[in-house]
């Protein structure tokens, strides 16, 4: 069977990913470019006889070496040279989309023009002459649909011509006198001196004059580049006294003239623009006083799904582990081999596994919102505000509001924003929001202390969580990540209806991520904390004399400045680094072994597996009061439930012993603020592609967490709260 | 001659000089701002972000960065 080796090129947000899962379906194979951190997308289909083999390329506006996604699209299209290149145009905004395909045609590239979103197009009174506009360009131009089937097999077929006849339009394009000059000398001595390079020569020539950083290093690089590099030296020097303007500007220029020429002949433009459906939401959805009001709104309607839908399936997850542990605990009997699995795996990687059905379903409205071009109005809308607290774009925003949920989501998301010191900003703050993992902690905690008060402590710690964000942001952003904020220009696509398909597809990518490499980790980690806890053989698991009772012990001291010098709340705090939540079921194993308080006469097993699902429970009402939007004051109601862990005489008993009041907010600061659990810092380390990060991250936050709770110890004993 | 941050709403202007460079010039170019092209504000709520109409496209872009943009009534 013959293979065409297809790539698929073209600016953001033309639909050229909804193409993509039109032809691959679920064959296809997302990683990474090597050594980058760009998302890499293969698959393959059939169609005829023939295998198709398609890589979606990152999407661009240009092809220079500005941006990590352009030099990878160039040095694919350079270097594995694809059968046929499929150039997605958004059909309502030609001009912009052939700055790309001119510089595709420089390149050499064997092209196939699929102009895409016709019917918006005609929305707003535009008539393309697609025959004349292929026969300027000399390149076929198929009209297509992306989100149906129209134009599909026509530009199979085209593809299929194409891959056996390879057209390559070099003398089509016309940059004037002036550039055309320089560059045909230019290519001269390049023919000349070094004529074994991969790409054009005459792409090489305008690469140089546009003083492209990686063009001129691999010309040195050849050792033969002397001559061409002085005489791109005195080119530049030429345009600058005629033109007060380097050469670059006159190649773009040149390039948008072409443009323009093309389009003057081939396209119709009504006299006065037509208003569209999308500008007429955009006029509501992006109003100075609605905007905030409505983004709002859908934030909030983003979480009352999630959870409603997210903290069941969640539940049936646990019970699901728990069960697991429970027949695997009977049929194993009592051992070492046993508590391997029940505690180290099960219980580590279960523990994390729990928000898979909450991250799925997150992802899937983010999707859905990405998709259909909501989130772009959203950075919008919140950049008014992040600009002033924080010196971060909008955009910095969404990844925020996830965190709420999760903080997974959070940092993946910061996926969007392009530039660097923003994206590493974002992620080192987004860890302070509040997760859901957190509030069974609050719950329990409040419960025992703060009865009367619980709606509006736990209301207080989740505006800490966004006070500390935001003056670590300001203090980085002075410091480490110092410099002019990042100047902001992003494209506000038009509104359009998600494929179910896509955000499926999207849904999937991104969650599948999640649970392939944060699950190997977060498996490994599990292992040697359970291992922590089991040795010295022989000892309770997780008591005193297992090695983690002994680091508990030894490390205790530390934490007696800030309210909780006792081992059991720094054991508690070390496995809450596994996942926040572990940090209630810490305290439920060390109330099963010290029993006695609550007088009841269960063995362990038991009692744990009560505290399990009671637990379970706490997290479910609360995390279900907090998105019901209902203030805070009503949250974790959780004294309803007969069966809490909380409402248990003993165990309250237990931790007002360990606790003052005054130690145990403290205690909620901490856990609100300390070290990201293991999965964030997965997250972080995957996205950054070093442990530089997320290591920095886990060592700032502790501090920051030190710091805040020791101010709010020491600050209460001094205004006289015991 | 005015930077586009003070251009009044649904007016069709030309730039005249953009005071950016380096990268940011680049990306703004291939966008389609750069000396001599057509653009007009869509939306200019001060404070907070433009969003403008370039070739048919919609862009949000920073209030600091459209001031560096010096623009002229067609």
Redesign the interface.
């Known amino acids: 069977m013959d293979k065409i080796k297809i790539a698929l090129a073209g600016n953001p947000n033309v639909g050229k990913s909804t193409l993509f899962n039109r032809w691959t379906g679920m064959r296809q194979h997302v990683g990474n470019w090597p050594g980058k951190t760009v998302e890499k997308k293969e698959g393959s289909f059939k169609y005829d006889q023939y295998g198709m083999e398609v890589i979606d390329l990152p999407g661009n506006?240009?092809l220079?070496a500005?941006s990590v996604e352009e030099v990878v699209s160039r040095d694919y299209i350079v270097g594995e040279k694809p059968d046929v290149i499929v150039n997605i145009i958004?059909a309502?905004?030609?001009?912009?989309n052939l700055?790309?395909t001119v510089q595709m045609m420089e390149l050499g590239a064997n092209l196939v023009l699929a102009l895409n979103m016709n019917k918006f197009a005609r929305e707003?009174g535009?008539k393309i002459n697609k025959k004349q506009l292929s026969e300027l360009l000399g390149v076929p131009v198929i009209e297509i649909e992306a989100v149906d089937d129209t134009g599909s097999e026509k530009l199979l077929q085209t593809i299929v011509k194409v891959s056996k006849s390879p057209n390559v339009v070099l003398d089509r394009l016309e940059y004037g006198n002036e550039v055309s000059e320089h560059t045909k000398q230019l290519e001269k001595i390049i023919d000349q001196d070094i004529p074994q390079l991969d790409a054009p020569s005459s792409w090489i020539a305008l690469k140089l004059m546009e003083e492209d950083p990686e063009i001129i290093k691999k010309i040195e690089e050849t050792g033969k580049g002397q001559r061409v590099l002085k005489e791109i030296k005195k080119i530049q020097r030429h345009f600058n006294d005629v033109f007060g303007d380097d050469a670059d500007?006159a190649i773009?220029?040149a390039r948008?003239g072409f443009i323009a020429g093309l389009v003057s002949e081939s396209v119709k433009k009504p006299k006065i623009?037509k208003v569209t459906r999308s500008?007429l939401i955009?006029r509501v959805v992006?109003h100075?006083y609605l905007g905030i009001p409505i983004f709002l709104l859908i934030m909030w309607l983003t979480f009352q799904i999630t959870f409603t839908l997210g903290d069941p399936l969640g539940g049936y997850v646990e019970e699901a582990f728990a069960w697991l542990g429970e027949t695997i605990a009977a049929s194993m009997g009592e051992g070492f081999l046993t508590s391997f699995i029940v505690d180290g795996i099960i219980g580590g990687v279960g523990g994390v596994l729990v928000f898979v059905p909450l991250i799925f379903i997150l992802f899937l409205i983010l999707s859905i919102l990405e998709d259909s071009g909501y989130l772009?109005r959203a950075?919008?809308v919140m950049?008014?505000f992040m600009?002033?607290l924080v010196g971060l774009?909008?955009k910095s925003f969404i990844p925020m509001i996830l965190g709420f949920g999760c903080a997974v989501p959070g940092i993946m998301a910061t996926r969007t924003l392009e530039n660097e010191r923003d994206r590493l900003l974002t992620m080192l703050i987004v860890p302070f929001m509040s997760c859901s993992a957190r509030l069974p902690v609050y719950a329990l905690i409040v419960a025992a202390f703060f009865s009367a008060y619980q709606g509006w402590v736990i209301f207080s710690l989740y505006l800490l969580g966004i006070v500390v964000a935001i003056i670590v942001a300001a203090i980085f952003k002075k410091t480490i990540f110092k410099g002019m904020?990042a100047?902001?220009?992003?494209?506000?696509?038009?509104y359009r209806l998600p494929t179910a398909k896509g955000a499926l597809i999207h849904m999937w990518e991104r969650g599948a991520l999640f649970l392939k490499k944060a699950g190997t980790i977060i498996l490994a980690l599990s292992v040697v904390i359970w291992a922590l806890s089991s040795l010295p053989v022989g000892v309770e698991y997780g008591s005193q004399e297992s090695v983690t009772g002994q680091i508990g012990t030894v490390l205790s001291p530390i934490f007696a400045p800030l309210g909780f010098g006792e081992w059991q709340a720094t054991v508690a705090i070390i496995y809450g680094f596994l996942a926040k939540e572990v940090v209630v079921s810490t305290f439920g194993t060390l109330y099963g072994i010290d029993g006695d308080g609550g007088g009841e006469e269960a063995s362990d097993e038991e009692v744990s597996a009560n505290e399990t699902a009671s637990v379970e429970q706490v997290s479910n009402e609360a995390s279900g009061e907090q998105v019901s939007g209902e203030t805070a004051v009503e949250e974790a109601s959780a004294e309803e439930e007969e069966t809490a862990l909380e409402e248990d005489p003993g165990y309250i008993a237990v931790m007002q012993e360990l606790f003052t009041p005054l130690s145990a907010y403290a205690y909620m600061v901490f856990v609100l603020l300390y070290i990201p659990c293991l999965a964030t810092l997965a997250a972080i380390r995957r996205e950054t592609n070093s442990w530089k990060w997320p290591a920095f991250a886990a060592v700032y936050t502790f501090v920051v967490a030190y710091v805040v709770s020791f101010v709010v110890y020491q600050g209460g004993l001094i205004m006289g709260f015991a | 001659m005015m930077s586009l941050a003070m251009a009044t709403e649904n007016e069709n202007l030309k730039i005249v000089q953009v005071w950016?460079g380096g990268?940011?010039q680049?990306?703004?170019?291939?966008?389609?701002?750069?000396?001599?092209?057509q653009i007009k504000v869509?939306?200019n709520?001060i404070?907070?972000?433009l969003?403008v109409?370039?070739?048919?496209?919609?862009?949000?872009?920073?209030r600091?960065?459209a001031q560096k943009i010096m623009v002229e009534g067609e």
């Open positions: 506006y240009s220079t500005y958004d309502a905004n030609l001009e912009r700055y790309l707003k535009l500007a773009t220029d948008y623009d500008d955009d992006t100075k772009a950075a919008f950049d008014r600009h002033k774009h909008g904020s100047p902001f220009v992003m494209e506000l696509p038009p | 950016h990268k940011f680049k990306r703004l170019q291939e966008m389609g701002i750069y000396k001599d092209s869509i939306k709520d404070p907070g972000p969003i109409d370039v070739k048919g496209s919609r862009l949000i872009i920073g600091g960065q």
